[in-house]
C-alpha cells in the first residue's frame, strides 16, 4: 500500500504542481461517470490553518473531518441527520421525521461516492470500479432491504421503478436541456457506444418484467390463481438470477475487456485547465483505512436513516395527501439522488454528455440488472413472495420510458428539444401516479391501492 501524499505537503513541495499533474493524468484513467459527477459538488479545502497544528494524530483528524464533512457544496445538509435522529427519538410528528431522512440522505450519498474514488487510488482503478458499482446505489438498496424486512413489498418495486424512471426521464431529460440552453449555439455530440450497450441491458432487464406480467394475460381459465402466481414466482426467481448473470458479465465489459467505453474522457484542449483544478482532487487526502472508517459509518447513518424513511413513510403520506406510491416513485428517487443527479447537469452546462449519459444511463442499469435482482433474492431469502410483476401501469411507464429514451439517443447529437420531451414525458407519468387512485391487484394475491393508507405493513400482512 503506497503512502498518502498529504495535502500540507503539497503546499511546502516545491516540485508538487508539476508531479499533481502528472498523478492527475495517470489517475484520470479509469474514471467513471460517477466520480466525475461526484467531483462537480466538491469544494477544494482549505488546509492552511491545519498544518500548522503541531500533533500529527490531530492533525489528520482535522483534515478528516475537512475533506469528509465540509469538502462537499452539500455540507449544511448534514445538519438534517442529527435533527432527524433528535425528531425520532423524542417522537415528533413523523412525517417530520421522514423529510428530514430524506434530505439527510442527500449528502450522504454524494459522500459514500467520494470515499469510494479515495479507496480507488489504493486498490487501482479496477477494484475502485467495482467499489462503486457496489455502492453506487447504496441508497436505494439499503431502502429496499429494509422495506422488505418489514414486508412492505409494494414500496420496494415502486422505489426502485420511481429510480429507473427518474435516470432515464429526469435526469437525462434535465441534462440535455439545460445543456442545450447553455451550448445553444454549438453542436452537442456525445458517443452512442456507452448508451447503445446500457440500452440493451435495460431492454433484457425489462423482458424479465413483461413476461411475469403477460403469463397472468395468458393463463387459460383452467389455470387457477395460485397456479399463475407460483408459475410467476418461480419465473421472476429465476430471470433475476440470470439479470445479475448479466450484470457481472457488464462489470467485466465495463471494467475489463471494453473499458475506454465507459472513461470519463476529456478533450484534449481542455486538459490543462481540467489539471488546474483537480490537482487536490486527484491526490488521496484521507488515508485507506480512515477512508474505509468512513465509508462504514456513512453507510450505516444511511441504513438507519432509510429505517427512519420505511417506518414514516405511511404517515408522511396520511399528512400531505399523497398516496404511497406517489412518494415512493417520485419524491424518493428525486431526493435519494439529489446529489447525483445535480453533477450530471452541471457537466451539461460544460458540454460534456457522455459523463452526463454515463451518469443517468449507468444508474439505471445498475438499478434495473443489480438492485432489482437482488431485491427478489434477498425476499426469496426472508420468505417473502417478491416477483417481478410490476403491474401493468408500472410496466408500460417503464417500457415506453426505455423507448422514449432510446429514440432520444439515437443519432449522437442532442439539443434541448430532446431534454424538453423527456422531462415533459415525466411529468405525465408522475401526474399519472399523482391521480391514479384504482386499487391494483398484486399477483401475490395482495390488493395494493395507489391511493394513501392508513397502514401499509397491515396490508402486507392479511
Known amino acids: 500500500m503506497g503512502s ?4 500540507w505537503a503539497i503546499v511546502e513541495n516545491g516540485n508538487a504542481n508539476a508531479t499533481a499533474k502528472g498523478l492527475s493524468r495517470e489517475l484520470r484513467h479509469g474514471r467513471t461517470a460517477h466520480n466525475m459527477s461526484s467531483s462537480s459538488l466538491r469544494k477544494k479545502s482549505d488546509l492552511r490553518l491545519i498544518q500548522k497544528v503541531p500533533c500529527k494524530t490531530l492533525k489528520n483528524i482535522l483534515s478528516n473531518l475537512q475533506e469528509v464533512i465540509l469538502g462537499t457544496k452539500l455540507t449544511l445538509l448534514f445538519l438534517a441527520i442529527p435533527l432527524a435522529i433528535l425528531a425520532n427519538s423524542y417522537h415528533y410528528g413523523r412525517p417530520l421525521i421522514f423529510g428530514l431522512s430524506l434530505i439527510g440522505l442527500t449528502p450522504l450519498a454524494e459522500r459514500v461516492s467520494f470515499l469510494t474514488e479515495q479507496l480507488a487510488f489504493y486498490t487501482g482503478p479496477t477494484v475502485g470500479g467495482l467499489l462503486n458499482a457496489t455502492c453506487g446505489n447504496a441508497t436505494e438498496l439499503i431502502i429496499a432491504i429494509l422495506a422488505l424486512a418489514n414486508n412492505k413489498v409494494a414500496v420496494v418495486k415502486y422505489s426502485l421503478l420511481g429510480s429507473i424512471l427518474s435516470n432515464l426521464l429526469l435526469v437525462l431529460g434535465t441534462s440535455l436541456f439545460f445543456g442545450g440552453i447553455a451550448n445553444i449555439r454549438r453542436q452537442q455530440r456525445f458517443d452512442r457506444k456507452q448508451a447503445d450497450v446500457n440500452f440493451f441491458l435495460l431492454l ?3 423482458l424479465c418484467h ?7 394475460y395468458a393463463a387459460t381459465g383452467e389455470a387457477s390463481t395460485s397456479m399463475i402466481n407460483k408459475m410467476s414466482l418461480s419465473l421472476s426467481r429465476t430471470s433475476s438470477i440470470v439479470m445479475l448473470i448479466a450484470y457481472i458479465a457488464y462489470l467485466i465489459f465495463q471494467l475489463w475487456t471494453h473499458r475506454q467505453f465507459f472513461e470519463a474522457q476529456e478533450d484534449d484542449d481542455d486538459d490543462d485547465a481540467y489539471d488546474d483544478e483537480v490537482t487536490v482532487e486527484e491526490t488521496p487526502v484521507i488515508g485507506f483505512w480512515s477512508g474505509f472508517a468512513w465509508l462504514v459509518g456513512m453507510t450505516i447513518l444511511i441504513a438507519l436513516l432509510s429505517e427512519y424513511v420505511v417506518a414514516t413513510i405511511e404517515d408522511a403520506s396520511d399528512s400531505w395527501g399523497l398516496s404511497v406510491s406517489f412518494i415512493s416513485i417520485i419524491l424518493l428517487p428525486i431526493v435519494g439522488n439529489a446529489a447525483e443527479h445535480a453533477g450530471a447537469i452541471i457537466f451539461a452546462f460544460k458540454n460534456k454528455l457522455d459523463i452526463s449519459l454515463g451518469v443517468a444511463l449507468g444508474s439505471a442499469t445498475q438499478i434495473s ?3 432489482v435482482p437482488l431485491s427478489v433474492i434477498v425476499a426469496w431469502i426472508l420468505g417473502i413472495k417478491m416477483d417481478l410483476n410490476f403491474n401493468i401501469l408500472e410496466t408500460s411507464s417503464l417500457a415506453l420510458a426505455i423507448i422514449i429514451t432510446a ?3 439515437q443519432d449522437g447529437t442532442s439539443h434541448y428539444m430532446k431534454g424538453l420531451v423527456l422531462l415533459l ?3 405525465i407519468i408522475a401526474a399519472c401516479f399523482f391521480v391514479d387512485q384504482i386499487p391494483q391487484h398484486q399477483p401475490n394475491g395482495i390488493d395494493v391501492g395507489l391511493q394513501p393508507v392508513n397502514n401499509l405493513g397491515e396490508v402486507f400482512s392479511t
Open 4 to 7: 498518502i501524499v498529504e495535502p
Open 204 to 206: 433484457m432487464g425489462l
Open 210 to 216: 413483461l413476461l411475469p406480467l403477460l403469463l397472468k
Open 369 to 371: 440488472l443489480f438492485v
Open 407 to 409: 429514440f432520444t439517443l
Open 425 to 427: 414525458c415525466y411529468v
